[in-house]
């Protein structure tokens, strides 16, 4: 623990108990994941796993390591998704999202896709079946447009220019594609927002994360896709979510 103090790390003590336990206690490989820790790889990489929704959601070097704020969008994908529904975890690195969706609602029916292969084998090392490998609804078996209920597109949100200021934890070991949202940041929502009515059944939801920033761009793009939008924050969770209901007036 002192290696971890010593080296900056906030929640020494609780990180220290946790490569504890992933090295079984074996003095030499402590010593070495403390000192990667110190060096600045994030806890998850090393632990090979993330706390998501009280599961524990597998990730891989090079997958982007879901965060706590995510949350939020499983909550509200919950509240709305109807009995036996269809759900679509778009940009689903790890698939965190979808796995805890598939938790919280056996009863539905939750599809998860990606377009970088490293994050679609760790997703399918979270997810039994459904995970797919292309760009955003692409990715898709075309059987599902028209019929899904709830898309939850955690995209890149990160405008380029402010990559270089991300913690290095993210900036250095996340990649790129997983932060980089483009010049305003609203690049890949603007494509999903678009496309996302041809999948969506009638009344069907999509759901995105956002900065409070960019809450109010982001719900304009939904709207100018045609979408009844608004967005919603957590504080709990620092969490901010843009919340588009499919009209007739979509597409
Ligand atoms: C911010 S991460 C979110 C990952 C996961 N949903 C989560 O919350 O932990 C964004 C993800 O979008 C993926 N991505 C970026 N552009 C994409 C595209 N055009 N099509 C599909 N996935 C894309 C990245 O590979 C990355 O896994």
Known sequence: MNGLRAGGCVFAEQEAALLEEATGG????LERLVARRVAG????YLLGWAEFQGLRIVVEPGVFV???????????????LPPG??????????????????HA??????????????AVRCARRNLPARVYEGDLFAALPAALRGTVDVVIANVPYVPSAAIATMPPEARDHEPAAALDGGADGLAVLRRVARAAPDWLAPGGHL???????????????LRMA?????????DELSATAVIGRRTPDCG
């Open 105 to 118: 609602r056996p009863d539905a029916v939750v599809h998860a896709a990606d377009l970088d292969p490293a």
């Open 41 to 44: 790889e994030p806890l998850e």
């Open 85 to 102: 529904g269809v759900a679509v975890d778009l940009c689903c690195g790890s698939g965190a999202v979808a796995a805890a969706l598939r």
């Open 207 to 221: 759901l995105s994360e956002t900065s409070e920033t960019q809450s109010g761009p982001a719900v304009e793009e």
């Open 226 to 234: 045609g979408f009844d939008a608004h967005a919603e924050a957590c």
């Open 66 to 80: 879901p965060r706590r704020r995510t949350e939020f969008l499983v909550e509200r994908a919950r509240d709305v």
């Open 26 to 29: 074996a003095t030499a490989d």
